[in-house]
């Protein structure tokens, strides 16, 4: 059950971030608009974090200026070293792994640092949110209901 509550609040980290659409690799375009652009021609065509999370995620807002989408972009690589530094070397390790392999990573995270990630994801969210228009935290929060529940996990 602990290895669960440690995938849960991995998973919740990037769901609620919405970072879907920032998880971008390193070697991005110079044109970063690109990433959430939808070419007309191609009827299946979604913004990149809608392909990946099944629309969620800030990716989906629509009507994000440049400066906003910086803006998150930078919120986001901030969280993410945050996170990175409480995680010891060995739940790095595992995770990267993980990554490679398409799974989901299966580390035991300390109260202290389940606790720790908590606020920073908190921390963060509102940073976000206070990037975004009246208009487009509305469309987040609709996007946010419309979402599927998952199940809560039994506290231990």
């Known amino acids: 059950m602990r290895i669960n ?11 609620l971030m919405g970072a879907s659409g920032f998880m971008a690799p390193n070697k991005v375009a ?4 690109d990433l959430v652009a939808q ?8 913004p990149e974090g809608a ?4 629309g969620r995620g800030f990716a989906a807002i629509s009507g994000l200026t ?4 910086d803006q998150l972009r930078q919120i986001h690589e901030s969280t993410r070293q945050q996170m990175d530094a409480i995680l010891t070397a060995e739940q790095r390790e595992q995770m990267r792994t993980a990554r490679e392999q ?3 990573p299966s580390i035991n995270l300390t109260e202290d640092q389940k606790t720790r990630m908590r606020t920073i994801r908190e921390d963060a969210k509102k940073r976000m949110e206070a990037v975004l228009t009246p208009e487009q935290r509305q469309q987040l929060e609709q996007m946010r209901q419309q979402r599927p529940q998952r199940p809560q996990q039994p506290q231990s």
Request: aromatic letters at 0%; proline letters at 3%.
């Open 51 to 54: 392909r990946r999370r099944g």
């Open 30 to 33: 110079a044109n970063q608009s």
């Open 5 to 15: 509550r440690g995938l849960l609040v991995l998973s919740a980290v990037t769901l």
């Open 39 to 46: 070419d007309s021609s191609q009827p299946n065509s979604k």
């Open 66 to 69: 440049d400066a906003q989408k």
């Open 102 to 104: 398409r799974q989901r």
